[in-house]
């Protein structure tokens, strides 16, 4: 078992590693308030080099844009914060590493940057393949404390990204 994670988040790590090692497939994470943790998991069980492609931390604006091509008037129109913003990162990352499979994380963990239409805990996710099916996520895990939403994200993603492959 891990020793960084819960035994969960490892459970789920093994999971989508061994998935897409059956179907012959990389993945790739495309991070915002996670910062990176997905990536982290996924790293953390040994032998995941023949699975695990990259990970990007895009954390600004300007990151997703550059790194992911999120386009601007997404940003503009819907926020960082989005259903349409975590689509087009995992798109973005798709297209990026060249990989089977893609997950983004996009959300407010807090303590702070909240707001009534965005509160503390609200995480957008999405998981896309090749095929383009992208699948899509809101939670809103309240103001648990910015660990445990990070944490609650990076099991939320893990299972989508798990989702995702097995669709494939």
């Known amino acids: 078992m891990s020793t960084l994670f819960s035994a969960t988040i490892d459970d789920l790590s093994r999971q989508v590693l061994a998935e897409a090692r059956a179907r012959g497939i990389k993945v790739v994470t ?14 953390d069980i040994a032998g995941s080099s023949d699975v695990f492609e990259r990970g990007y931390i895009t ?5 997703k844009m550059q790194v992911l091509g999120v386009p601007d008037d997404i940003l503009k129109d ?7 913003c975590a689509s087009a990162m ?6 990026a ?3 089977g499979a893609s997950v983004a994380i996009t959300g407010i ?6 707001s009534a239409a965005k509160p503390v805990g609200l ?21 648990a404390g910015r660990t445990m939403v990070r944490l609650l994200s990076v099991e939320t993603a893990l299972g989508l990204l798990l989702s995702a492959i097995r669709q494939t």
């Open 78 to 84: 819907h926020g960082a914060v989005s259903m349409q």
């Open 30 to 43: 495309a991070e915002s308030c996670t910062g990176g943790l997905v990536g982290g998991a996924l790293t």
């Open 123 to 143: 995480v957008h996710f999405a998981a896309a393949t090749p095929s383009h099916k992208v699948i899509t996520l809101e939670k809103r895990f309240g103001d």
């Open 109 to 114: 963990a807090g303590p702070g940057g909240g």
């Open 97 to 99: 590493a060249a990989a």
């Open 90 to 95: 995992a798109h973005g990352a798709l297209r």
């Open 59 to 63: 954390y600004s604006n300007v990151a």
